[in-house]
């Protein structure tokens, strides 16, 4: 009974507490927008790897284009992704590696002596807090606006990144 009861307790810790991906309201006309994951983490091997976040809208006029922009804590504001509006006046945003770790994590990114990526850190990430992402049209005056919350890494995000710089994968430099 008792290994049952830890087995369980691991299982929710690791599988964690994360909200089903949130969809569109097909029934609303006007622009609208959402983020998923709808929570990031500032682990810096989990975000720049693993963590694919995703912006989907819907209501903007096709044939044009967006880009998102997220205004947060500290006057904190980039522009994080951009895509087409399609036909039917959706689009789909992914946010890219080298967008989540120059612009989220305020790093760079360099290759090592065997052509590996290795991301290079010489100042803080964007600070923790609640996020206005802004979808913005290029062409017409349409805009839609959702919340991405940025927390702090986890004890296993923080590892992870310990093993990073152990590996060579990650680098911390101080800005000159």
Do not use: H
Request: charged content about 20%; some cysteine; hydrophobic content about 40%.
């Amino acid at each position: 009974m008792g290994w049952v009861s830890i087995t369980s307790v691991c299982f929710f810790i690791l599988s964690g507490c994360s909200n089903p991906p949130k969809t569109l309201d097909r029934s609303k006309s006007g622009p609208q927008v959402i983020v998923n994951p709808e929570t990031i983490r500032l682990g810096i091997a989990k975000l720049a790897k693993k963590t694919n976040i995703v912006f989907e809208g819907a209501g903007f006029k096709p044939g044009d284009s967006m880009f998102v922009t997220l205004s947060g804590p500290n006057d904190t504001k980039v522009i994080v992704a951009e895509a087409p509006i399609q036909p039917d006046g959706t689009f789909k945003a992914t946010v890219g590696a080298l967008t989540k770790v120059m612009e989220i994590l305020r790093g760079n990114i360099t290759f090592n002596e065997k052509f590996e990526n290795v991301i290079v850190i010489s100042q803080p990430p964007i600070p923790k807090g609640v996020y206005t992402a802004k979808v913005t049209s290029m062409l017409s005056p349409l805009t839609a606006e959702t919340k991405l919350t940025v927390k702090g890494p986890t004890v296993l995000d923080s590892l992870t990144d310990w093993l990073g710089k152990l590996t060579g994968k990650i680098q911390y430099k101080e800005k000159k």
